[in-house]
């Protein structure tokens, strides 16, 4: 077996060793993928898709990926097993319509013994039960021998991507850790001896409706090798945990606890292998624009953060950490992913923030946690312990050991009957990618040549109809009237991508009128989306399509200014902002950006004068296409969420802004006009927005300005210049008033109460007053009971008010006797809140609490007298 390679040798080998066999090496896609129907990149072979599909042209014969990866379906068995993970790399070589099952199964011998020397008596191959012809590559042309070649039911070697479109058989291979057992009723289930390491997929057939299976047009070849499987056989130890991918991490986290992996418990090595796998996932998602929310990926992103933070804890460590684990995950990435050390900035913002929200959350979880033991159940439920773990990431056990102290157990099957609802529901999610063509769109993708988009140029052109749509069916023709979707040749149409949104337009014909709303892509077809004016349309028209020239010179003065505006904010906020999303729209734009705070009006004055500047200084924009390669190293920054092949479109502003882009933008800034910043505010945890206006669209929102202002001078009678000032001595007025009516009010409810000490029970020297004030706000039924205790010396005051409808007003006032006698007025007023659909509480000598519902509150009252007569012993 060749010397021990490091992981970053163990990819670069298998990268180099497929491109010497005339496969292109193609970057890694984001794990946000292309595809709406995944969450996140699950696969090496996704961003493949549309080309085993048929809907996209490949633009190499052979390509070779070390494909970032998230899977969370197996989540729990993470650091339990010795290979599951959330975060993992598959090295993959791919052939689209070039060579086969041979040539796959030779290389994959050949990487495996000769590159990788792994020793050939170790290594066993299995192959679907019905595909001799692989059985036969592996006997005749490799000289495995027959019994070592493993036939396997379709469970285990057919993939299939759904229960219709691509599929085939596979071959993978497995590593024998221990051949002395010898070959005797091999077991590759047995997974203490072997570990896939390999698996070689044959896409050669397409399965229909009726589950019958076509050989495809093209034969294509999918496959994965785990890197970090292949790390864990190369380097010689016992999981994938202790390779120098992860292990690394591991001792980062050990050490901030005072610990050592080697000398510790199963279950503390455990979270020490979920922080180290973990903390690779976080890293790489937040890099790739992911931010932590509670729905979609977001919601991944945030659990995978609390539960490194909790098994930080089940491991000792008290306080703050992640950062630190993170930056260790970032020295082992940064060789083959450099964009996880430039965002750094970003990742470990966004990981101190969800760490301290969620060490406030346990905190939380520790309070519930004691309301249920409180009401003295005899067991902690399951369902209640699971709550505590899916919603306040709780351990069970935490819950335990909490639970024991009180004398109380949890009901663990319970627990486990939860836990595994949750887990179905996810596996449902996660179990396959699905390359079934989804809809009548997808379908046109397949049949319909990709449309020549002239529209960098031209503004009108000559087209032919090449598909159209009605109600999502395909048809041949359409009259006036009709709601159509329609494929062109060729289009001077944008559609809709990077955010900026498709043109609008026209097509014109002999006897037909057909507009255009907007353009959106489905693979490379552009949709146009529009409705028959004027007579009828049929597949096979030629037709004149002309955009409207105004709509596209307002968008893009707005997509150049998202331009400069991003340029603006890393020079005058952060260097290390960068775009979370983006709308660039006719008549306005939105940017969104990765940031903790609120940008200050000082700095959007700033942004607005360097931007109008740079408008104003004329920059004529360059456009070019370029490798990608050459245009990251001329400092181009990649717009958020867009996808970007081997060449890429650059639009430079020289001085200012070099960025990739597909939009279209003005030739001069000069043709921006005006900027103008009108709204700025968060989004979400740590994403900032930007709304602005260029262009045409200044001069209509300062006219709008203009009328209120006009309409606000008149009303006030006053200058322009003059309104601050008019509305501040307005404004200090109108406080100064309501002060007054709110003495007044507490005056009256003082005068109201007074009345009350008649009422007033006794018990010998401690008296008892509940009584209720008609529309009597808050903080005047607090002073009015105050009032009244002092008046009654030692005693008891609970009074109640309706001060708006739908509303109901609490105060308990007690003094040091009654609370000598067990009695305190937070938990006292908070019980009796409840009984009006509310709640509350506060000190034991007084207490406010509200409530929804007053029909409950006169009840609620009696109730409350009674229980003070009760504890104070009053008949």
């Given at each position: 077996?060749?010397?021990?390679?490091?992981?970053?040798?163990?990819?670069?080998?298998?990268?180099?060793?497929?491109?010497?066999?005339?496969?292109?090496?193609?970057?890694?896609?984001?794990?946000?993928?292309?595809?709406?129907?995944?969450?996140?990149?699950?696969?090496?072979?996704?961003?493949?898709?549309?080309?085993?599909?048929?809907?996209?042209?490949?633009?190499?014969?052979?390509?070779?990926?070390?494909?970032?990866?998230?899977?969370?379906?197996?989540?729990?068995?993470?650091?339990?097993?010795?290979?599951?993970?959330?975060?993992?790399?598959?090295?993959?070589?791919?052939?689209?319509?070039?060579?086969?099952?041979?040539?796959?199964?030779?290389?994959?011998?050949?990487?495996?013994?000769?590159?990788?020397?792994?020793?050939?008596?170790?290594?066993?191959?299995?192959?679907?039960?019905?595909?001799?012809?692989?059985?036969?590559?592996?006997?005749?042309?490799?000289?495995?021998?027959?019994?070592?070649?493993?036939r396997m039911g379709a469970d285990d070697n057919f993939w299939a991507s759904g229960p219709t479109g691509p599929?085939?058989?596979?071959?993978?291979?497995?590593?024998?850790?221990?051949?002395?057992?010898?070959?005797?009723?091999?077991?590759?289930?047995?997974?203490?001896?072997?570990?896939?390491?390999?698996?070689?997929?044959?896409?050669?057939?397409?399965?229909?409706?009726?589950?019958?299976?076509?050989?495809?047009?093209?034969?294509?070849?999918?496959?994965?090798?785990?890197?970090?499987?292949?790390?864990?056989?190369?380097?010689?130890?016992?999981?994938?945990?202790?390779?120098?991918?992860?292990?690394?991490?591991?001792?980062?986290?050990?050490?901030?606890?005072?610990?050592?992996?080697?000398?510790?418990?199963?279950?503390?090595?455990?979270?020490?292998?979920?922080?180290?796998?973990?903390?690779?996932?976080?890293?790489?998602?937040?890099?790739?624009?992911?931010?932590?929310?509670?729905?979609?990926?977001?919601?991944?992103?945030?659990?995978?953060?609390?539960?490194?933070?909790?098994?930080?804890?089940?491991?000792?460590?008290?306080?703050?950490?992640?950062?630190?684990?993170?930056?260790?995950?970032?020295?082992?990435?940064?060789?083959?992913?450099?964009?996880?050390?430039?965002?750094?900035?970003?990742?470990?913002?966004?990981?101190?923030?969800?760490?301290?929200?969620?060490?406030?959350?346990?905190?939380?979880?520790?309070?519930?946690?004691?309301?249920?033991?409180?009401?003295?159940?005899?067991?902690?439920?399951?369902?209640?312990?699971?709550?505590?773990?899916?919603?306040?990431?709780?351990?069970?056990?935490?819950?335990?050991?909490?639970?024991?102290?009180?004398?109380?157990?949890?009901?663990?099957?319970?627990?486990?009957?939860?836990?595994?609802?949750?887990?179905?529901?996810?596996?449902?999610?996660?179990?396959?990618?699905?390359?079934?063509?989804?809809?009548?769109?997808?379908?046109?993708?397949?049949?319909?040549?990709?449309?020549?988009?002239?529209?960098?140029?031209?503004?009108?052109?000559?087209?032919?109809?090449?598909?159209?749509?009605?109600?999502?069916?395909?048809?041949?023709?359409?009259?006036?009237?009709?709601?159509?979707?329609?494929?062109?040749?060729?289009?001077?149409?944008?559609?809709?991508?990077?955010?900026?949104?498709?043109?609008?337009?026209?097509?014109?014909?002999?006897?037909?009128?057909?507009?255009?709303?907007?353009?959106?892509?489905?693979?490379?077809?552009?949709?146009?989306?529009?409705?028959?004016?004027?007579?009828?349309?049929?597949?096979?028209?030629?037709?004149?399509?002309?955009?409207?020239?105004?709509?596209?010179?307002?968008?893009?003065a707005h997509h150049t200014a998202t331009h400069l505006l991003q340029a603006a904010l890393k020079n005058i906020?952060?260097?290390?902002?960068?775009?979370?999303?983006?709308?660039?729209?006719?008549?306005?734009?939105?940017?969104?950006?990765?940031?903790?705070?609120?940008?200050?009006?000082?700095?959007?004055?700033?942004?607005?004068?360097?931007?109008?500047?740079?408008?104003?200084?004329?920059?004529?924009?360059?456009?070019?296409?370029?490798?990608?390669?050459?245009?990251?190293?001329?400092?181009?920054?990649?717009?958020?969420?867009?996808?970007?092949?081997?060449?890429?479109?650059?639009?430079?502003?020289?001085?200012?802004?070099?960025?990739?882009?597909?939009?279209?933008?003005?030739?001069?800034?000069?043709?921006?006009?005006?900027?103008?910043?009108?709204?700025?505010?968060?989004?979400?945890?740590?994403?900032?927005?930007?709304?602005?206006?260029?262009?045409?669209?200044?001069?209509?929102?300062?006219?709008?300005?203009?009328?209120?202002?006009?309409?606000?001078?008149?009303?006030?009678?006053?200058?322009?210049?003059?309104?601050?000032?008019?509305?501040?001595?307005?404004?200090?007025?109108?406080?100064?008033?309501?002060?007054?009516?709110?003495?007044?009010?507490?005056?009256?409810?003082?005068?109201?109460?007074?009345?009350?000490?008649?009422?007033?029970?006794?018990?010998?020297?401690?008296?008892?007053?509940?009584?209720?004030?008609?529309?009597?706000?808050?903080?005047?039924?607090?002073?009015?009971?105050?009032?009244?205790?002092?008046?009654?010396?030692?005693?008891?005051?609970?009074?109640?008010?309706?001060?708006?409808?739908?509303?109901?007003?609490?105060?308990?006032?007690?003094?040091?006797?009654?609370?000598?006698?067990?009695?305190?007025?937070?938990?006292?007023?908070?019980?009796?809140?409840?009984?009006?659909?509310?709640?509350?509480?506060?000190?034991?000598?007084?207490?406010?609490?509200?409530?929804?519902?007053?029909?409950?509150?006169?009840?609620?009252?009696?109730?409350?007298?009674?229980?003070?007569?009760?504890?104070?012993?009053?008949?």
């Open positions: 077996m060749v010397a021990s390679l490091s992981g970053a040798q163990i990819r670069q080998t298998f990268l180099d060793f497929y491109a010497a066999k005339g496969h292109k090496i193609l970057p890694s896609a984001s794990l946000v993928p292309e595809d709406p129907t995944v969450l996140l990149t699950i696969a090496g072979m996704l961003p493949f898709k549309p080309i085993f599909l048929g809907q996209r042209e490949a633009e190499v014969p052979r390509a070779t990926t070390s494909q970032k990866c998230i899977r969370t379906n197996d989540i729990e068995n993470v650091g339990k097993t010795a290979r599951h993970h959330t975060y993992f790399e598959m090295l993959g070589n791919f052939s689209f319509g070039d060579y086969f099952k041979e040539q796959a199964i030779a290389w994959a011998w050949e990487l495996s013994t000769e590159v990788y020397k792994l020793p050939p008596d170790r290594i066993v191959p299995s192959v679907f039960e019905e595909d001799d012809e692989a059985f036969a590559i592996w006997r005749d042309k490799i000289g495995i021998p027959e019994h070592r070649i493993q599929c085939g058989p596979c071959s993978e291979l497995y590593y024998d850790f221990h051949p002395e057992k010898g070959d005797d009723n091999l077991d590759l289930e047995d997974d203490t001896r072997f570990i896939e390491y390999y698996n070689l997929v044959f896409m050669e057939y397409n399965r229909d409706s009726d589950g019958k299976l076509a050989p495809l047009k093209n034969k294509n070849i999918d496959t994965g090798l785990g890197l970090e499987r292949m790390a864990q056989i190369l380097q010689k130890v016992p999981n994938n945990y202790e390779t120098d991918l992860i292990f690394p991490i591991i001792e980062t986290a050990a050490k901030i606890a005072g610990i050592r992996y080697k000398k510790s418990k199963a279950k503390t090595k455990t979270s020490l292998k979920v922080v180290g796998d973990h903390v690779r996932s976080v890293v790489q998602m937040i890099a790739d624009g992911i931010t932590a929310s509670n729905v979609g990926r977001g919601y991944v992103l945030r659990r995978l953060i609390r539960r490194v933070v909790r098994h930080g804890q089940l491991i000792g460590i008290d306080g703050a950490f992640i950062t630190q684990v993170a930056e260790t995950a970032i020295v082992s990435l940064e060789v083959a992913y450099p964009e996880v050390r430039e965002r750094e900035k970003i990742i470990k913002t966004e990981l101190e923030r969800e760490e301290a929200q969620f060490l406030k959350t346990l905190n939380r979880g520790e309070k519930l946690l004691g309301e249920i033991m409180a009401k003295k159940p005899k067991q902690i439920s399951g369902k209640d312990a699971f709550d505590l773990y899916d919603t306040y990431g709780f351990p069970l056990e935490l819950t335990q050991e909490i639970a024991a102290e009180q004398g109380l157990t949890v009901d663990e099957d319970g627990f486990a009957k939860a836990m595994k609802e949750q887990q179905d529901r996810g596996r449902s999610a996660h179990k396959t990618i699905d390359l079934t063509v989804q809809s009548t769109l997808e379908q046109l993708a397949a049949t319909v040549h990709p449309t020549d988009f002239l529209g960098y140029t031209d503004f009108s052109t000559k087209a032919k109809v090449a598909a159209l749509l009605v109600k999502g069916e395909t048809v041949d023709k359409a009259s006036a009237g009709s709601e159509v979707q329609i494929a062109l040749d060729q289009t001077p149409f944008y559609a809709e991508s990077g955010g900026q949104i498709g043109d609008r337009g026209y097509l014109n014909g002999k006897d037909v009128v057909v507009r255009i709303e907007d353009v959106q892509k489905e693979s490379d077809i552009f949709i146009h989306y529009g409705r028959i004016e004027r007579g009828t349309l049929k597949v096979g028209n030629k037709l004149t399509a002309q955009i409207d020239l105004a709509c596209r010179r307002q968008v893009q906020v952060d260097e290390s902002i960068g775009q979370a999303g983006s709308l660039v729209a006719f008549d306005r734009l939105r940017f969104d950006f990765n940031y903790n705070q609120a940008v200050t009006p000082e700095q959007i004055q700033e942004i607005e004068t360097q931007i109008n500047t740079w408008i104003a200084e004329a920059h004529t924009t360059e456009t070019e296409v370029m490798p990608i390669a050459e245009a990251k190293a001329k400092g181009a920054v990649a717009m958020f969420g867009e996808k970007y092949g081997a060449e890429v479109r650059v639009m430079d502003v020289p001085g200012v802004s070099m960025e990739l882009c597909g939009g279209t933008h003005v030739k001069n800034t000069s043709e921006i006009g005006l900027f103008k910043i009108v709204a700025e505010a968060g989004v979400a945890s740590g994403v900032r927005r930007i709304e602005a206006i260029a262009g045409p669209a200044v001069l209509e929102y300062l006219n709008v300005r203009d009328a209120v202002v006009r309409d606000l001078s008149d009303r006030f009678k006053a200058k322009p210049e003059e309104l601050p000032e008019r509305i501040t001595t307005l404004q200090t007025d109108l406080k100064t008033t309501q002060k007054q009516l709110d003495a007044l009010k507490a005056q009256l409810a003082l005068v109201k109460s007074e009345q009350l000490l008649e009422q007033a029970e006794s018990a010998g020297a401690v008296k008892v007053l509940v009584s209720q004030l008609e529309r009597v706000d808050p903080e005047s039924l607090k002073t009015a009971a105050e009032r009244l205790l002092q008046k009654l010396g030692e005693g008891a005051v609970v009074l109640g008010s309706v001060p708006a409808e739908g509303k109901v007003s609490l105060v308990a006032a007690f003094s040091p006797k009654v609370i000598e006698q067990g009695l305190q007025a937070g938990k006292f007023v908070g019980a009796i809140a409840k009984q009006c659909g509310g709640g509350g509480g506060g000190r034991p000598n007084l207490a406010q609490a509200g409530g929804r519902d007053p029909s409950k509150l006169e009840a609620a009252l009696n109730d409350a007298q009674q229980q003070l007569r009760d504890a104070l012993q009053i008949s």
